[in-house]
C-alpha cells in the first residue's frame, strides 16, 4: 500500500494470510513453529541454535492467557489450524517448483516441513495439555 500523500510505502500486507479473525490464530501460528527447549526444530523449518532462555511452549501459552485475559478453550484447533496452514502453503510450493511454474529448483526441504507440519497437527490432536507438546 502506498501512502495518500506521496509515493511512499505505507504498508506491506500479506492478503493471502490476512485475517481479521480470532487473534488466537496467531498464538497458534507461534507454537506451529515454537523452536523446542534447546532452540531445536520441531518441524518447521525454524532453528535457533542456543536458545536456551526462551520460554517453554507451555509457560508461553500461560503468559499469553494471563495477559490477554482471553479463553483459551479454542488454543488447540487454532494450533492445529496454523499448522496445516503452514504445510498447505509448502507443499503448494514444493508442487509450484516440480511443475516448474516457479523459478526455484524444487527442494526437499520445503515437502519435509510440510509433511513435519502436517505430523505436528497430529501431535496436536492427540495431546490433552498442548504445551505439554512442544516442551
Excluded at 517453554?56 to 488447540?76: P, Q, T
Amino acid at each position: 500500500m502506498f501512502r495518500p500523500d506521496s509515493p511512499a510505502i505505507a504498508a506491506i500486507v500479506d492478503w493471502e494470510l490476512a485475517t481479521i479473525g480470532d487473534p488466537l490464530l496467531d498464538l497458534g501460528w507461534l507454537i506451529a513453529t515454537w523452536p523446542g527447549p534447546g532452540g531445536e526444530n520441531t518441524g518447521s523449518s525454524i532453528t535457533i541454535p542456543g536458545a536456551t532462555a526462551l520460554p517453554a511452549v507451555g509457560e508461553l501459552i500461560d503468559r499469553y492467557a494471563a495477559a490477554s485475559g482471553r479463553d483459551m478453550s479454542h488454543l488447540r484447533w487454532m494450533a492445529v489450524l496454523a499448522c496445516y496452514k503452514l504445510g498447505i502453503l509448502q507443499e503448494g510450493s514444493h508442487a509450484r517448483a516440480c511443475a516448474e511454474e516457479h523459478t526455484s529448483t524444487p527442494s526437499r526441504r520445503d515437502h519435509d516441513w510440510a509433511v513435519a507440519m502436517m505430523a505436528r497437527a497430529q501431535l496436536f490432536i492427540d495431546s490433552r495439555d498442548i504445551g505439554q507438546v512442544c516442551s
